[in-house]
């Protein structure tokens, strides 16, 4: 145990019996803790600890019956995240239901926003939220059926059309229109059952949204492994984002390739995930933003060869800084690979940019984010990508990342080719609180993420749900312009515009062959209310 790193480092203390005084009163030996009472599976506490395995830690969440104190749901882990208590609430073998209160285990006196890393918050939530990765997990279990939507107002980056109706076989979409008597001759072609077909009362139905730039949600980070990308998922996919590429934290290049082994074996069972996007290692330092330092490595030639080799083909988007030495011939070499690169986190000048587009990068990552801004004197990266009618824009719409002037002005300078991507870390659509990205901590207050050490933005907590509706509402973008840039515009960057190998059926568009990834929205919020992921009806 000794050699495993086992046994305790306190010197061991001495001790003695407590000796009673001839008038002192017994007391029984009883812990009043306030437990007597409560029936089984009503009071719950987590508690979170770690083990050795082997020669490294792991990390254990308990839920602890209060009634009797038996443990009745655990789970592990290699990451310290709300994943694991997601994880145990999955384990238990009763309804979540019966819980009254949650509560956690820690120390009398603790305290320190670490903590907040553990709290369990509304019950009801967490339930909710198990409940949402089940639904998600066997909905892409089951056989697809035929189903049709009709009495909607059908937006993409087509236009608009009033009391309009989509009929599909399960997997594209095979017609679309507003008269309502061929809406019924289509049913009746496909086979739709009178259960699968919806009347949309007036929604809006748009594709399902297309985030390529995001780290987690709901806790968990798409680089924890498994059970992390499952319930940042479950969090995207709640809100509308039917299609994900999953971006990955700067990390030592070891964990890197672990973690595109991770997404590549994840992509046969999840038509949802369209594989990875590194945001590092290759960036600049002075633009390096909430990545850590220690990590950011030039762009060798060896480098890029292993992390091809590691991606065997998941690999979709990759960011670089296309001044550091070897950037411009490693956007070369993985764009020659079948890799979209991306500039960004960048201190590039004019020229150099446009090198790095002209050697193949096609995407601008989060313009006006992590690079050197506009100047009449010293132009930077962001007019080399304007430009350029190949490069796609991504921007975070949330308001706090890039003001309201600077998000109309993207629409202006780049029209059809500004793709709203969030940057959402582990904590989007939780409380605020102490969270990770990467092996960095970050503080998020009013879902404002900022690492703890020194302030600098950390990613965003936001949904593509949420840049949408706020487009529309809030900034006047028309409503066939907001949601283009949710769904067809990042669609093309990667060519899943028209049938390809990762989706099959084109996405991005409500049109006859397009795959059937729908969704129906509020008129009046804009709020998401049911979600088709390839004509798995997960929400």
């Not at 892409?140 to 049709?148: G, I, T």
């Amino acid at each position: 145990m000794r050699e495993q790193g086992m046994t305790s480092a306190y010197a061991r203390g001495r001790s003695e019996p407590h000796r009673t005084r001839a008038d002192e009163a017994r007391l029984a030996n009883l812990l009043d803790r306030g437990f007597d009472g409560y029936a089984p599976h009503t009071h719950l506490a987590s508690d979170l600890t770690y083990v050795r395995v082997g020669g490294d830690w792991a990390y254990v969440c308990l839920l602890v019956d209060l009634a009797n104190r038996g443990i009745v749901g655990h789970s592990a882990g290699r990451t310290r995240d709300a994943s694991l208590v997601l994880g145990a609430f999955a384990a238990l073998d009763f309804p979540l239901t019966d819980v009254q209160e949650t509560g956690v285990c820690r120390p009398e006196g603790s305290a320190g926003p670490s903590s907040r890393i553990l709290t369990l918050g509304d019950n009801s939530m967490q339930a909710d939220r198990v409940r949402e990765m089940e639904r998600i997990n066997d909905a892409f279990l089951e056989e697809v059926v035929p189903f049709a939507v009709h009495g909607a107002t059908i937006v993409d980056a087509r236009g608009m059309t009033k009391n309009g109706w989509l009929v599909s076989d399960g997997r594209s979409i095979v017609e679309t229109g507003c008269a309502e008597t061929d809406f019924e001759t289509a049913c009746r072609l496909v086979h739709v059952e009178q259960d699968h077909i919806v009347n949309a009362n007036g929604m809006v139905m748009t594709p399902g949204y297309v985030d390529i730039h995001s780290h987690g949600a709901w806790g968990s980070s798409f680089d924890d492994g498994e059970k992390g990308i499952t319930t940042a998922r479950a969090g995207h996919m709640a809100h509308g984002t039917t299609r994900q590429v999953l971006s990955l934290i700067t990390n030592p290049i070891d964990v890197i390739c672990g973690n595109l082994k991770t997404v590549h074996d994840m992509m046969p069972d999840r038509p949802d995930i369209l594989g990875a996007h590194l945001e590092g290692p290759f960036l600049a330092m002075p633009r390096k933003g909430a990545h850590d330092p220690n990590c950011l490595v030039d762009p060798t030639p060896d480098l890029v060869s292993r992390m091809l080799d590691a991606a065997d083909g998941c690999l979709r988007q990759i960011t670089i800084a296309p001044e550091l030495p070897h950037g411009i011939d490693a956007i070369r070499r993985f764009f020659l690979a079948g890799v979209v690169p991306a500039v960004g986190h960048c201190d590039a000048d004019y020229q150099t940019a446009r090198k790095g587009f002209d050697a193949g990068a096609g995407i601008m990552t989060h313009m006006f984010n992590a690079m050197n801004g506009l100047h009449h004197r010293d132009p930077g990266p962001i007019p080399a990508a304007v430009e350029d009618p190949r490069v796609t824009i991504e921007l975070i719409n949330d308001g706090f990342h890039v003001q309201d002037p600077m998000v109309k002005l993207g629409f202006g300078l780049a029209p059809h080719r500004i793709a709203f991507v969030t940057d959402a870390m582990a904590a989007t659509d939780c409380p605020d609180g102490h969270y990770l990205l990467g092996a960095l901590d970050v503080d998020v207050r009013d879902g404002h993420a900022r690492l703890a050490s020194n302030g600098a933005i950390a990613g965003s907590t936001l949904l593509l749900e949420k840049a949408v509706s706020r487009a529309v509402l809030e900034l006047g973008i028309s409503p066939v312009d907001a949601v283009e840039a949710a769904t067809l515009t990042p669609a093309r960057a990667f060519g899943f515009d028209r049938r390809n190998d990762v989706t099959g059926f084109p996405i991005g568009l409500l049109a006859p062959g397009f795959a059937a990834d729908v969704l129906l929205l509020d008129q009046e919020t804009w709020t998401v209310r049911r979600v088709w992921c390839n004509g798995h009806p997960v929400r």
